[in-house]
Nanobody
Framework: QVQLVESGGGLVQAGGSLRLSCAAS????????MGWFRQAPGKERVLVGA????????VYVDSVKGRFAISRDNAKNSVYLQMNSLKAEDTAVYYC????????????WGQGTQVTVSS
């Protein structure tokens, strides 16, 4: 059974930082691309950024470029999202997701962790 478990969310003031973690189990983690998504109240879930299976390539949505960084540790079956210079508009539930490196769609999802940025 595949499980993705996010942690590290919370309440932070604007300008602050948070580091989200996602621990994976039940899948060959080092063969999977990992993504971080977020869903703000009343809005659709959107991709924040992603990292490929080996960790050599990352992509980010324009609104977080230069502030967020994704990394992974395949030895620990974990992926991370370092969020700096947080803004009120970053408030959302953050999800990690996994897809095979040969697939187009993310098929495994975590339960999400709330990030709230106070202005």
């Amino acid at each position: 059974q595949v499980q993705l478990v996010e942690s590290g969310g919370g309440l932070v003031q604007a300008g602050g930082s948070l580091r989200l973690s996602c621990a994976a189990s039940g899948l060959p983690f080092s063969s999977y691309d990992m993504g971080w998504f977020r869903q703000a109240p009343g809005k659709e879930r959107v991709l924040v950024g992603a990292i490929n299976w080996i960790g050599g390539s990352t992509v980010y949505v324009d609104s977080v470029k230069g502030r967020f960084a994704i990394s992974r540790d395949n030895a620990k079956n974990s992926v991370y999202l370092q969020m700096n210079s947080l803004k009120a508009e970053d408030t959302a539930v953050y999800y990690c997701a996994a897809k095979s490196s040969r697939a187009s769609n993310y098929v495994y999802w975590g339960q999400g962790t709330q990030v709230t940025v106070s202005s």
